[in-house]
């Protein structure tokens, strides 16, 4: 671990210590596991960051399928976010998106309605309302991106808030915001398709 990692490893270390894996399921059993692939991210070089980035894919979000560790995994993702000496930012929200959504590319065309995950009329307690609300809490994290120094990560973050449901308001005003200042054509690119997934057209 290097010292521009070290706020990065020790905030996350501080989330993972309030929970308790040992009593949360993934795919494979007790999600005693995910602390060490959490903390690769943080500190890891790049064999490390893949190696954990493809485990909690065959952990957390297996085959598509989500977990109650998978809301636990949330906000130590969206933490990791909040730092730029953290590694492919970019890759973990792409993830995060991923175990909100399932597999996103079924709201290309319609763009994306929070309550299509779980009905209308969601328990707070049924998994997809716990991960949106978890998503939705970083809404300001995912928002800080899009003035990040790397078009990569601008783009996620842009991809990230097409994504929230609860305070959908405060994320099209900031792609708006943003839209009339970037000048990378890609970021650009993203953050109006982010816009359009965060419209979605009544069928």
Same mark, same amino acid.
């Given at each position: 671990?290097? &010292?521009?990692?070290?706020?990065?490893?020790?905030?996350?270390?501080?989330? !993972?210590?309030? +929970?308790?894996?040992?009593?949360?399921?993934?795919? @494979?059993?007790?999600?005693?596991?995910?602390?060490?692939? !959490?903390?690769? =991210?943080?500190? #890891?070089?790049?064999?490390?960051?893949? %190696?954990?980035?493809?485990?909690?894919?065959?952990?957390?979000?297996? @085959? #598509? !399928?989500? /977990? *109650?560790?998978?809301? %636990?995994?949330?906000?130590?993702?969206?933490? !990791?976010?909040?730092?730029?000496?953290?590694? #492919?930012?970019?890759?973990?929200?792409?993830?995060? +998106?991923?175990?909100?959504?399932?597999?996103?590319?079924?709201? =290309?065309? #319609?763009? /994306?309605?929070?309550?299509?995950?779980?009905?209308?009329?969601?328990?707070? &307690?049924?998994?997809?309302?716990?991960?949106?609300?978890?998503?939705? $809490?970083?809404?300001?994290? =995912?928002? %800080?991106?899009?003035?990040?120094?790397?078009?990569? +990560?601008?783009?996620?973050?842009? /991809?990230?808030?097409?994504?929230?449901?609860?305070? $959908?308001? @405060?994320?099209?005003?900031?792609?708006?915001?943003?839209? &009339?200042? &970037?000048?990378?054509?890609?970021?650009?690119?993203? +953050?109006?398709?982010?816009?359009?997934?965060?419209? *979605?057209?009544?069928?």
């Amino acid at each position: 671990m290097t &010292e521009c990692q070290r706020p990065a490893v020790e905030a996350t270390r501080e989330l !993972l210590e309030g +929970v308790d894996w040992g009593t949360l399921r993934h795919a @494979r059993g007790p999600a005693v596991d995910l602390p060490a692939h !959490l903390l690769a =991210l943080a500190e #890891g070089g790049p064999e490390a960051r893949a %190696a954990a980035m493809a485990e909690l894919r065959r952990t957390i979000f297996l @085959r #598509g !399928l989500r /977990y *109650p560790a998978t809301v %636990a995994a949330m906000p130590p993702l969206i933490e !990791l976010l909040r730092h730029e000496a953290v590694a #492919g930012r970019d890759q973990i929200v792409i993830l995060l +998106v991923d175990l909100l959504a399932g597999y996103p590319n079924a709201y =290309l065309v #319609g763009g /994306y309605d929070a309550a299509a995950l779980g009905g209308q009329d969601w328990d707070p &307690e049924d998994l997809p309302a716990q991960l949106q609300r978890e998503l939705d $809490r970083g809404c300001h994290v =995912l928002a %800080a991106l899009l003035s990040d120094g790397d078009p990569a +990560v601008r783009a996620a973050g842009a /991809y990230g808030l097409a994504w929230i449901g609860e305070g $959908r308001d @405060r994320a099209r005003d900031a792609l708006s915001s943003h839209y &009339e200042q &970037e000048e990378d054509p890609v970021v650009r690119g993203a +953050v109006l398709l982010a816009l359009s997934y965060a419209e *979605p057209t009544e069928t």
